[in-house]
């Protein structure tokens, strides 16, 4: 049976779980049906006023009337106003109001009519601290059974004001068809969007794209058919100063079997780009997706940073952090492809990334790509707690070019094979550094290091030795020396960020070169003892062979930053050891004549 009953509220209440307090008021006529489980009331009004995390909250909503069928599901409201202020999650809201004529839902009849929606909210992100926001819906009608569907233009708009600066206005057109194939003849988007990049300069993106769209209220499905338009970048730190992104692109969603399927393409510069997009399962969300490029250079819209001092740890303020929380809900599974690509200076064609992210972990294995004639295999890891990996083989390659466009730094030329398997974790840049650890080898035939001319260096002996004293020298490297290599290998240990190789073998037809030392990635700088041997024919500026250093090892300590290298050559260790060599050879000349006369003496007296 149903009955109206007059109600009358006003409580106080608490809880600790969130921490909440605060007062209720409500009054009005309630309608209750239990037999046709039916539920409504008239003239209401409702006032909250609570804290809530030590936040004020206030609400206040009236309806003339509210029906609710809970065997249809149909709900319907009529005069509904609504208003709010205080803190609402991140946000501050400063005022916030609702005000809906007529709204009907009957999801059995598949009916939905709205006389008129606005809503309008204002405030602040960041729980008030942060960029102001102005945020608009407007429906003026709507109304989709059945049999048919019919609506004023809807429009959406969100403005934000602050250091960065938004604005957005969505707009729907051209209403049609029914509730099983609702068509909407134009769904736009028109956004511009500027970040302040230093006190100087400012970076702006604009977006207009447009599509026509169907939806199905029964089905639980919406589709973009025909999405296009441009996006436009301008930034003074591009070398265009501006990219222009034609887009072309479909979209089409199903809520009933929880899928979505995108596809995109665009041509800009000289890259033709494509991806598809697949969504299966909302909660949680996994996505798989394709994508493939033609040619590709980042670095002429994201330029390299440039190389800084080499001390990460100078000032924490420059020192970017690092962030990879957002690992912990994604779900993918992909592959990327790109037949030419150049990032942070490295080119690299015919690339091929596969990547898996589940459980707080991505993965890019293999990645494979051709490398500065050769080829590199590897496999890299990322996890949300901060920590990667990476382990990659490169064969065969041009390691100078390679180490120019990678490091900005000209050290060692050759071609080789380069094994590296590290792993990492830290906040920033700089502590993944500090804290890196892993092992590699290096082996390289026909090159050279730069930055030191041990044979030249080992040509001047003679002065810097003369009366069998010897001295010490000491000299910054420089770009233009370099020690010629037939093969080099080496190994090496990281801990803590310090590389360490104890098995240096360099060899060339004039010498051959030992060493062991560290070598400070963080800070950028190198600890290290080279000790070359002279094994062929050397001569100095007299024209005369240097007979002395043959076979003699000459120790020359490299320290300082990679860009500013210094090498310390120790003669008098180098003199030391020439001394002993030739008083050696002195005596084998002296004793050796003699010990042959007595055999021959010997021998004479055997065959008598």
């Given at each position: ?184 003849g134009t769904l736009s988007l028109n956004a511009a969007v500027q970040q302040p990049i230093d006190k100087q300069r400012t970076r702006r993106i604009v977006a207009a794209l447009a599509s026509p769209a169907t939806a199905s209220l029964d089905a639980q499905t919406f589709a973009l058919t025909k999405l296009a338009g441009d996006i436009t970048m301008e930034d003074p730190a591009l070398p265009q100063k501006s990219v222009k992104l034609p887009i072309t692109a479909s979209l089409s969603v199903d809520g009933k079997k929880e899928t979505v399927d995108a596809r995109f393409t665009t041509r800009f510069d000289e890259t033709t780009l494509g991806a598809e997009f697949d969504v299966r399962g909302f909660a949680p969300m996994r996505l798989s997706f394709e994508a493939s490029a033609d040619k590709l250079n980042l670095d002429r819209y994201f330029p390299p940073a440039k190389p800084g001092p080499g001390n990460d740890s100078a ?294």
């Open positions: 049976t149903q009955s109206r009953t007059p109600v009358e509220l006003s409580t106080q209440f608490s809880a600790t779980q969130p921490a909440a307090q605060g007062e209720l008021k409500a009054r009005g006529d309630l309608d209750l049906d239990l037999v046709k489980n039916a539920f409504g009331g008239r003239g209401l009004d409702v006032a909250l006023k609570a804290t809530l995390d030590k936040r004020a909250v206030q609400l206040d909503g009236q309806a003339a009337e509210l029906r609710f069928d809970g065997a249809s599901g149909a709900l319907s409201v009529s005069k509904l106003e609504a208003s709010a202020q205080g803190a609402a999650g991140g946000l501050q809201l400063d005022g916030a109001k609702i005000a809906v004529p007529a709204l009907a839902w009957d999801p059995a009849a598949k009916r939905l009519s709205a006389g008129g929606v606005e809503i309008t909210a204002r405030g602040k992100l960041a729980d008030g601290k942060g960029d102001a926001f102005d945020a608009r819906l407007a429906a003026p009608k709507l109304d989709i059974t059945a049999e048919r569907a019919s609506g004023e233009r809807v429009t959406a708009s969100v403005k934000l004001s602050g250091a960065q600066t938004v604005d957005a206005r969505l707009t729907l057109d051209g209403m049609a068809g029914n509730a099983q194939a609702l068509t909407i000032d924490p303020k420059d020192d970017p952090k690092i962030d990879l929380s957002a690992l912990k809900g994604l779900n993918l599974a992909g592959e990327a492809r790109v037949g030419q690509l150049q990032a942070r200076g490295i080119k690299t064609q015919n690339l091929r990334v596969v990547l898996k992210a589940a459980n707080g972990r991505l993965d890019a294995a293999p990645v494979t790509a051709a490398l500065y004639g050769g080829s590199v295999s590897a496999r890299a890891f990322a996890t949300a707690e901060n920590r990667i990996g990476l382990d990659a083989a490169l064969t065969g390659v041009n390691i100078e070019p390679l180490m120019k466009d990678a490091l900005d730094k000209d050290l060692i030329a050759g071609r080789g094979n380069v094994k590296l398997d590290v792993a990492t974790a830290g906040a920033t840049v700089g502590a993944m550094k500090r804290a890196l650890d892993g092992s590699g080898a290096l082996a390289l035939r026909d090159g050279a290091v730069k930055g030191i001319n041990v044979a030249q260096a080992l040509r001047n002996a003679r002065a810097l030795m003369g009366g069998g004293g010897g001295q010490s020298e000491t000299k910054t490297g420089s770009a233009a020396e370099k020690t010629d290599f037939s093969e080099l290998t080496a190994s090496f240990v990281i801990k803590d960020g310090i590389a360490r190789n104890d098995d240096l073998d360099l060899k060339s037809p004039l010498i051959r070169v030992g060493g062991a030392g560290s070598v400070d990635i963080a800070a950028a700088t190198l600890d290290y003892t080279v000790r070359a041997s002279v094994v062929g024919t050397l001569k100095g500026q007299d024209g005369r062979d240097i007979n002395e250093l043959r076979g003699v090892t000459v120790p020359v300590k490299l320290s300082g930053p990679f860009d500013k290298m210094r090498y310390t050559i120790d003669w008098s260790a180098a003199a030391k050891e020439a001394l002993k060599s030739k008083a050696a050879e002195q005596l084998k000349e002296r004793v050796a004549p003699k010990l042959e006369e007595r055999a021959r003496d010997a021998l004479k007296g055997l065959f008598r």
